[in-house]
C-alpha cells in the first residue's frame, strides 16, 4: 500500500516563504505524476503545480513566477518551494501521487495534507 505524506505548513506573514515536502512511501514500481494542490477556506481544491514523469513542472497561473515544484524521482519526494507568499495563499495544501505499486497495480493516492496560513 502507497502512502502519502506532506510536511513543512506553517505560519507566514506576507511576503514570506515555505517549503513543502511530499513523501511517496510503500511498494512503489513507478510513478507517473506528482501534483500539489490547495483548498483555501469555503473553496474547492485547485491545482497548484504538476510533474509528470521526464517532463518538467507545470504550473496554474497564480504561481507561475512565485512557486517553483522539484522532484527527487529517487526518493519518491516532491517539494513545492513558495515565494513572495500571500494571504490569499491560505489553505490546505495536498499532494496527489498517481503510479505503479505492488503487482503492477496502479495507484493514486492522496496525502493528509498540510496548512498554510499567510498572516499579518
Known amino acids: 500500500q502507497v502512502q502519502v505524506v506532506e510536511s513543512g505548513g506553517g505560519l507566514v506573514q506576507p511576503g514570506e516563504s515555505l517549503r513543502l515536502s511530499c513523501v511517496a512511501s510503500?511498494?512503489?514500481?513507478?510513478?507517473?505524476?506528482m501534483g500539489w494542490h490547495r483548498q483555501a477556506p469555503g473553496k474547492t481544491r485547485e491545482l497548484v503545480a504538476l510533474v509528470r514523469h521526464g517532463e518538467d513542472p507545470k504550473y496554474v497561473d497564480f504561481a507561475k513566477g512565485r512557486f517553483t515544484m522539484s522532484r527527487d524521482s529517487a526518493k519518491n519526494t516532491a517539494y513545492l518551494q513558495m515565494d513572495s507568499l500571500k494571504p490569499e495563499d491560505t489553505g490546505v495544501y495536498y499532494c496527489?501521487?498517481?503510479?505503479?505499486?505492488?503487482?503492477?497495480?496502479?495507484?493514486?493516492?492522496w496525502g493528509q495534507g498540510t496548512q498554510v496560513t499567510v498572516s499579518s
Open positions: 510503500g511498494t512503489i514500481t513507478g510513478i507517473y505524476s
Open positions: 496527489n501521487v498517481d503510479g505503479i505499486g505492488s503487482d503492477y497495480q496502479l495507484f493514486d493516492v
